[in-house]
């Protein structure tokens, strides 16, 4: 089991920009699957944005042009660029990493992901 632990939520207005990252430690050799998702009270957990070990990317179409993930193999670190905040991006944000290498069909499906961080909350005020 790797550990996850989520940095860089807070609050911002609309239209400013956050950058989340997401450090992986313990056993980490074998993530080759990574994936934001997000939170909001009483709705399921929404897969935003994924990447495998060979930079496949996937998107939810809600982020599209604004939120860009990367990772940083050699440090174990995941990263989620969010511009052009809304508030309807208000949420607990999680960061979820799997062993098994996840084509982008299948890397916001929240069943994939075996590793879970406890995440952290992005407010986006109006």
């Known amino acids: 089991q790797a550990r996850l632990v989520e940095s860089g939520g807070g609050s911002v207005q609309a239209g400013g920009s956050l950058r989340l990252s997401c450090i992986a430690s313990g056993h980490t050799r074998s993530l080759f699957s990574m994936a934001w998702f997000r939170q909001q009270p009483q709705k399921e957990r929404e897969g935003i944005a994924g990447i495998n070990i060979h930079d496949r990317i996937s998107y939810a179409d809600s982020v599209k042009g604004r939120f860009t993930v990367s990772q940083d193999v050699a440090n174990n670190t995941l990263y989620l660029q969010m511009n052009n905040l809304k508030p309807g991006d208000t949420a607990v944000y999680y960061c979820?990493?799997?062993?098994?290498?996840?084509?982008?069909?299948?890397?916001?499906?929240?069943?994939?992901?075996?590793?879970w961080g406890q995440g952290t909350q992005v407010t986006v005020s109006s």
């Open positions: 979820a990493a799997d062993v098994a290498l996840r084509s982008a069909e299948w890397l916001l499906k929240a069943r994939m992901f075996s590793n």
